[in-house]
């Protein structure tokens, strides 16, 4: 099965007017509105941004730097300088040094908040909009933005081309591009004539900044719906099988329900976390690189299956340890909770909003030692103790 998570993101920010930094730089409820973007796009796996800008400025520059003080995972930031004259779809072509083979691309100032699973598990080859399933009264479609869109059962429909403000696009799109080109104008609709077009419809929340106005009214909105409740997940015995130290996919089999769970909890609008001793690494059954690997494929699978995870934690030390530099204790390792208060200091949660899953004493130890409450998976699985608990009655991305 093909690899639906993407990687990198291309951010488009828009032009300064009014002061040195453009709108989506500037402030939104205690950090830049750009910032909450990027926050949301971490949450599906995106690790490298790169953003089109036309300003040779070094406070756009010191900006960008910036965000990673808001961020809750590390990334790469590359800024690409557009040439005067040239349009977005020009911008593009002038970064295509820095582009992966399939990339995201979004406006800077819009942020569609979803389940971006579903867009990303959808979105098969070619090019794809993400599309709301209903328009918002603060984005200005007319009639000349509009596209015929290739459905899946061969149906034309007519849409208003970044209403969402992203696209997925694989890097042949730079054959259709020109320096004076835009994106909007020309190339979408020239895809959709084609029928190189394609599109997604998702429920979701739409927010965008064009002045100070704006930033307030949406900086009132965006904690609410972005400081987000979480569920917490150890691995071995709640979503695969615990056959002892699972280090490869050779031995990784999955708990029935489990994706299915996780898809669940997903679409709630929850973070969710994976907490997970890992001692197989200080016995030498595997590798932290094994591992890694692994997890990888794991958290692709779960988003091939509508779900994510938004980060995820592991301790490989051991007391009894084989391998000499994973002996000893550490507050990372369950029943400490170490891994826990990690994530809930990286992604600003509230505990009292927090709840861990996990089918050992020492994952309900390590919940009660970090404030949060502990559900013991066992008899019953964790599409079991979801479905008998009330975690998913919370505002998600209804619009």
């Not at 993407?6 to 930094?21: F, K, T």
């Not at 399933?133 to 290739?150: G, H, P, Y």
């Not at 369950?334 to 861990?356: F, Q, T």
Request: aromatic share 8%.
């Amino acid at each position: 099965m093909r690899r639906v998570t993407v990687c990198q993101c291309v951010i488009l920010l828009e032009r300064p007017v009014a002061s040195a930094l453009p709108v989506s730089l500037m402030s939104c409820a205690g950090r830049p509105f750009l910032a909450w973007l990027l926050r949301e796009l971490q949450r599906f796996g995106v690790k490298e941004f790169v953003f089109l800008t036309e300003a040779h400025s070094s406070e756009i520059v010191a900006a960008i730097e910036g965000l990673l003080v808001f961020l809750p995972k590390p990334a790469g930031m590359l800024i690409s300088y557009t040439p005067c004259g040239y349009g977005t779809g020009g911008a593009l072509l002038h970064a295509r040094q820095h582009l992966q083979e399939r990339f995201l691309f979004c406006h800077a100032n819009v942020l569609f908040s979803c389940n971006l699973s579903h867009f990303l598990r959808s979105a098969g080859q070619g090019h794809w909009l993400l599309l709301s399933t209903v328009r918002q009264a603060d984005v200005d479609v007319t009639a000349a933005d509009k596209v015929s869109l290739n459905s899946e059962n061969g149906k034309d429909r007519e849409i208003a081309p970044g209403m969402t403000g992203v696209c997925l696009f694989e890097a042949s799109i730079l054959e259709t591009l020109t320096k004076n080109c835009s994106l909007q104008d020309d190339v979408l609709p020239g895809l959709a004539r084609h029928g190189d077009l394609n599109g997604v419809r998702l429920a979701g929340t739409c927010h965008q900044v064009s002045d100070l106005h704006d930033l307030e009214k949406v900086g009132r909105q965006l904690p609410r719906i972005l400081h987000r409740p979480a569920v917490f997940l150890d691995r071995d015995g709640v979503i695969n099988r615990d056959f002892g130290w699972v280090g490869t996919r050779e031995r990784f089999e999955w708990e029935p329900g489990a994706l299915d769970a996780i898809a669940r909890i997903t679409e709630a609008g929850y973070h969710v976390f994976i907490v997970t001793n890992q001692s197989g690494i200080a016995r030498g059954f595997y590798s932290e690189e094994d591992l890694q690997q692994l997890m990888v494929w794991v958290i692709d699978t779960i988003r091939q299956h509508g779900g994510t995870v938004d980060d995820w934690r592991y301790c490989p030390m051991h007391p009894e340890a084989r391998v000499e530099e994973y002996c000893g204790a550490s507050e990372d390792r369950k029943p400490a909770p170490g891994m826990i208060v990690d994530l809930l200091n990286r992604w600003e949660l509230d505990p009292d909003r927090c709840v861990l899953f996990g089918d050992q004493p020492s994952d309900m130890q390590a919940a009660r030692a970090a404030g949060i409450e502990g559900m013991p998976v066992g008899v019953r699985s964790l599409s079991d103790l979801i479905v008998g608990k009330d975690i998913l009655e919370i505002e998600a991305f209804s619009e």
